[in-house]
């Protein structure tokens, strides 16, 4: 596995394609609004429920963006989108295509979660995301 997902799983408690998803949308952030977790606050909107809520580990570890920082507002909207900005206001808003999204929901079981993980990571972006 690559060493990336295996950081992803170790800090998320195990691979998920959602938290994948998220650590793509942070580290799309950080090449667009740059990389200092300091300079970046993000508003996701997936609400706290699993799975779509592991969303925001995967942005935590791929922005450096944390709950615990305080530059992180969830919203509960059970959407897959995060709203980037800097502290010079520019600004970012990665929303998952809805077809992706339905794709997970339908196909990801716990016997293929890995390998979906896997292929989520390996997509290209524009093909996972729409970026605004």
């Not at 606050?41 to 997936?46: C, D, H, L, P």
């Not at 791929?62 to 709950?67: D, P, V």
Request: net charge neutral; aromatic share 6%.
């Amino acid at each position: 596995m690559d060493e990336t997902l295996k950081s992803i799983e170790q800090f998320h408690g195990h691979l998920g394609p959602y938290a994948v998803i998220g650590y793509k949308m942070g580290k799309i952030a950080c090449g667009k609004l740059g990389s200092d977790p300091f300079e970046k606050t993000v508003t996701v909107s997936t609400g706290t429920t699993p799975p779509i809520s592991c969303i925001i580990d995967g942005i935590q570890l791929g922005s450096g963006c944390t709950l615990g920082k305080g530059n992180i507002t969830v919203k509960n909207e059970n959407i897959a989108r995060a709203e980037f900005s800097n502290k010079t206001g520019k600004k970012i808003t990665i929303t998952l295509q809805k077809q992706v999204q339905q794709e997970i929901d339908d196909n990801v079981t716990k016997e293929n979660i890995i390998s979906y993980s896997e292929e989520m990571y390996a997509r290209k972006d524009t093909n996972l995301f729409l970026i605004e």
